[in-house]
């Protein structure tokens, strides 16, 4: 078993040095088209809305790509990704990036060969129950079902922290945000635990969310974010400034409402090197000037992005908490764009 992971960790590996030789900003001008990893299906981050058009936060950040690039937040072959086939996708140059709730660790970036470009998105794993279980906390859930993505950091957050508190479980292996939600609302397990972010997006699509629970209990760390794969460097800057620039541009006070107006030069010298006023960026980049201006149109700032997909007036509800700007206690920095 040992040699066929590290059998596979080598061949995801191998794979991604092979696609990124190839040099992916040329290849995805020259097909006119990104090809962009996301979920199977996750309410507010991604999924495909009643006209079969993909929406969600994760997908914003591939428009945003696109928009950069091409010009056209249109210009997006969304491609769905699960737990397991996520990695062999981007590693074989099926797709340019992945943005797929998916948290940076070590062994991916080291070991995987990948490039997390940024952090989209501060969570931690948590647990959701029924409410008629009576549970107040995870560590009253010794010898539960749980329900559990497979090939994801929650399958060994879960272990960590079943063995330190002493207590037992029973693992129901699921591959999609989908088959979890099924299987857990049919009983087959007694916890669903997955990231904070995605157990509100999936209590919120239940016909009685208020049936369920989320327990207080964060057990890990989970940055999530974007990613390309190692060596493509390029690349890698294009889609790292593309989301520093929706982050940016919430902390400067650019808006998809007045980015016309300030696109036409203002007193800010930052803002006048962002929006491709001032300074040589895109040129930098290998994109037009117009780059983030493009970006930012395609869906609005990092706030407007949050507010619309995900926030405290969606059916989701999430509060920006650790995503706030690092200027409201939160940890949203963005480098200076000069």
Not at 153 to 172: C, Q
Not at 269 to 282: A, Q, S, V, Y
Request: aromatic content about 8%; hydrophobic content about 40%; glycine content about 12%.
């Amino acid at each position: 078993m040992k040699n066929k992971v590290i059998l596979g960790a080598l061949t995801v590996a191998g794979l991604a040095a092979g696609a990124a030789a190839a040099g992916t900003l040329d290849d995805v001008k020259a097909r006119g088209k990104l090809n962009c990893g996301v979920t199977t299906g996750l309410v507010g981050f991604a999924a495909p809305n009643a006209n079969g058009e993909w929406e969600g936060f994760d997908v914003a950040v591939c428009r945003a790509v696109a928009a950069a690039v091409l010009g056209d937040s249109t210009a997006v072959e969304f491609v769905p990704t699960t737990g397991k086939t996520r990695f062999t996708a981007l590693a074989s140059g099926e797709i340019d990036m992945l943005a797929r709730n998916t948290t940076w660790t070590f062994s991916r970036d080291v070991d995987l060969k990948f490039e997390f470009v940024g952090v989209n998105y501060y969570d931690g794993q948590g647990f959701m129950v029924p409410k008629e279980l009576g549970v107040s906390s995870a560590k009253e859930l010794d010898g539960a079902t749980v329900c559990i993505q497979t090939g994801t950091t929650t399958e060994l957050n879960l272990a960590d922290f079943f063995r330190s508190n002493n207590i037992s479980y029973e693992p129901v292996p699921i591959e999609t945000n989908a088959e979890a939600q099924q299987q857990y609302l049919a009983g087959a397990c007694d916890v669903y635990t997955t990231d904070a972010s995605g157990l509100a997006a999936t209590r919120a699509t239940f016909d009685d969310p208020s049936a369920h629970v989320l327990l207080p209990e964060i057990i890990s760390k989970e940055p999530l974010g974007p990613l390309v794969r190692h060596g493509d460097h390029e690349w890698g800057d294009v889609v790292r400034w593309s989301l520093n620039a929706l982050v940016a541009a919430e902390e400067l006070g650019v808006t998809s409402a007045n980015i016309g107006e300030m696109a036409a030069g203002t007193e800010n010298p930052e803002i006048n090197r962002l929006l491709g006023t001032e300074g040589t960026l895109g040129e930098m980049l290998g994109l037009s000037a117009d780059w983030a201006k493009n970006a930012i149109g395609a869906g609005g700032n990092y706030g407007e992005v949050f507010a619309k997909n995900i926030g405290e007036d969606t059916p989701i509800g999430l509060a920006r908490g650790l995503n706030a700007q690092w200027t409201e206690g939160g940890l949203l920095y963005a480098p200076p764009f000069r």
